[in-house]
């Protein structure tokens, strides 16, 4: 999977002694990040959750500020009300909480049919997805990150 590292601007690696995220001083009881803001920017394009929300946000209809019934295809253009958010670059069933995979310009919003299942078929046909995952480290799987990291001052 082609993976962008640092630097990004959204974290992807962990820096000694200062935000993963902006390279900046860490004050007070943050362990890995800067400030809060640091802290969603990483966890909307690594943790699976925060990351699914952010893509179903940036695909919602709005007018505005107001927000309308549905999301937009990426792929279709349409409107659709069941929004299923894909990764265009699949995972490859290494479906971990915590990846690279989950970078927002991975995640695009597609209706569930026909776009996702056609892409997903397709996916499947190519052999990107279905295989057992490659050996990876399992490091930074669980979102321990939270509570490891540099000792409490
Ligand atoms: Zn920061
Ligand atoms: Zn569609
Ligand atoms: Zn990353």
Redesign the pocket.
């Known amino acids: 999977m082609a ?3 640092n630097p ?1 601007g ?3 690696l962990p820096r000694e002694g200062c935000c993963r995220v902006c390279a900046g001083e860490i004050t007070g009881r943050q362990v890995l990040y800067c400030s809060a803001r640091c802290r969603g920017i990483y966890y909307r ?2 943790q699976w959750i925060w990351a699914r929300r952010a893509a179903k946000i940036r695909a919602r209809r709005r007018d505005g500020r107001r927000v309308l019934p549905g999301w937009l295809c990426a792929r279709c253009g349409k409107i659709t009300f069941e929004p299923e958010v894909n990764h265009i670059v699949p995972l490859n069933g290494a479906r971990t909480n915590l990846s ?1 995979g989950h ?1 927002q310009a991975n995640l695009e919003v597609l209706c569930r049919k026909p776009c996702h299942l056609e892409v997903t078929a397709s996916q499947r046909a190519a052999g990107l997805i279905g295989r057992p995952p490659a050996a990876e480290p399992p490091a930074d799987e669980t979102g321990r990150d939270m509570a490891s990291g540099s000792p409490h001052p």
């Open positions: 993976q962008r590292r990004t959204i974290g992807c394009n690594h690279c970078h």
